[in-house]
């Protein structure tokens, strides 16, 4: 299988949000949230790499931030980071949804 470019780009977009917020602003929290999301969701592109039915990670990560940053979105009004990400991040849930839907039978078990 190749590699899930998109996952893995959505990953390294999440952990560069966090390493970006750390720099400009100076918030560990923020430094701590982008790594570890951005790890798992990269051990999730990898997942989906292997194996192309293997959403479930990436579907977890993605529907945690997705809700968490469109709270911070809603609240803020601010689209940069917390609405880009909430967008993103709803993007990939609606793409595992998809990938899990069209999948072969049996293979999404």
């Known amino acids: ?17 966090g390493i970006v917020g ?7 929290p923020s430094l701590a ?3 570890l999301f951005g790890g798992l ?4 592109a990898y997942r ?13 990560i993605s529907l945690s931030l997705g809700g968490l940053m469109g709270f911070r979105f809603y609240n803020s009004g601010k689209f940069m ?4 990400v909430a967008l993103l991040s709803v993007a990939m849930v ?10 072969p039978p049996g293979k999404n078990d």
């Not at 969701?41 to 999730?44: M, V």
């Not at 989906?48 to 977890?60: H, I, K, N």
């Not at 980071?81 to 880009?84: E, V, W």
């Open 1 to 17: 299988m190749g590699i899930d470019w998109i996952s893995t780009l959505y990953a390294a977009t999440v952990a560069a949000g």
């Open 81 to 84: 980071p917390a609405g880009l």
């Open 22 to 28: 750390y720099l400009k602003a100076g918030s560990t």
């Open 48 to 60: 989906t790499s292997v194996d192309p039915t293997d959403q479930w990670l990436t579907l977890g």
């Open 94 to 103: 609606g793409r595992c949804i998809y990938t899990l839907q069209t999948a």
């Open 41 to 44: 969701a990269g051990f999730g």
């Open 33 to 35: 949230a982008g790594l």
